[in-house]
């Protein structure tokens, strides 16, 4: 028996996420429905800052689904994030075989009970019930890259001792790229209800500027609400020179992109164009 979709179109996938606070652009929304109508995995890529982790809360929150994180970092193996075995439960099961206490074979060693499972494997298991957020994957190295890549474009694994697991479908992708101007005002506008629309405007506006400079660090939606919250919190009425520079620790998180920032600061506020 077929389940029923849990969105009728684009529009209502939009008016969801809206609804858990995140406002998702029609080629996102598309991607979403697409996704979940027909049971397909969906990867999500973008720079940092982008909204890819809110999205999977999001997501998760509205369908009532198990949310599973697979945090990448430098170092992280295929075993840290598939799959491991129960050593130490291993070990004992030996040691009661040894003393004749057990009944267990050397081959129920490598069965399920001896298996830890990692994120990908949980996320695999679950299919549809569960939404699988790889957080941070450009902190990986190139191997497990290509290793994660292959699981997700198959959404299966083979575990020697068991056999094949695998999901229903191949993934989908979409690339989420940063805001325009006028959708990052209206995510401030959400997620900082208290921040005046003029303030929403000018820090948008400055934040574009800034990541369209040579920084190390684009900044995020994140980094803009934030900045747009301190200023408000401030009581600014609209961003100038002296308040950018002195509030650019809200929205650069590195001191040589502060320098550089402060160095143009004129530009980073639109002084050039007022």
């Not at 429905?33 to 999205?55: F, M």
């Not at 790889?134 to 083979?158: G, K, N, P, W, Y």
């Not at 959708?183 to 003029?198: D, H, K, L």
């Not at 650069?252 to 530009?267: C, F, G, T, V």
Request: hydrophobic share 45%; glycine share 6%; aromatic share 6%.
């Amino acid at each position: 028996m077929t389940s029923t979709p849990p969105f009728d179109s684009v529009q209502d996938v939009q008016a969801g996420l809206g609804g858990e606070s995140y406002l998702a652009d029609r080629g996102l929304a598309t991607a979403i429905y697409l996704a979940v109508s027909l049971d397909k995995p969906l990867l999500l890529e973008g720079e940092a800052g982008v909204g890819k982790t809110e999205v999977a809360k999001a997501l998760a929150s509205l369908l009532s689904r198990e949310l599973i994180r697979l945090q990448c970092y430098e170092g992280i193996d295929a075993s840290q994030a598939l799959y491991e075995w129960n050593y130490s439960r291993q070990l004992i099961a030996v040691r009661a075989m040894q003393d004749g206490t057990a009944e267990t074979h050397v081959e129920d060693l490598f069965g399920p009970e001896y298996l830890v499972e990692r994120p990908l494997l949980a996320a695999i298991r679950s299919g549809s019930k569960a939404v699988l957020l790889v957080d941070e994957l450009d902190r990986a190295d190139d191997e497990f890259e290509a290793f994660l890549l292959e699981i997700l474009s198959e959404f299966a694994v083979t575990i020697p001792e068991i056999g094949r697991v695998a999901a229903e479908e191949p993934c989908l992708y979409h690339w989420i790229d940063h805001p325009t101007l006028e959708r990052e005002v209206e995510i401030v506008r959400t997620r900082a209800p208290g921040v005046s629309q003029t303030i929403a405007l000018d820090v948008a506006a400055a934040v574009a500027r800034l990541r369209s400079m040579d920084v190390a660090k684009r900044p995020g939606v994140a980094e803009t609400i934030d900045w747009a919250n301190a200023l408000s919190f401030l009581g600014v009425e609209r961003l100038d020179e002296g308040t950018a520079r002195e509030t650019l620790g809200a929205v650069l998180k590195d001191h040589e992109d502060q320098e550089l920032a402060e160095s143009r600061i004129a530009e980073v506020v639109g002084d050039v164009d007022r």
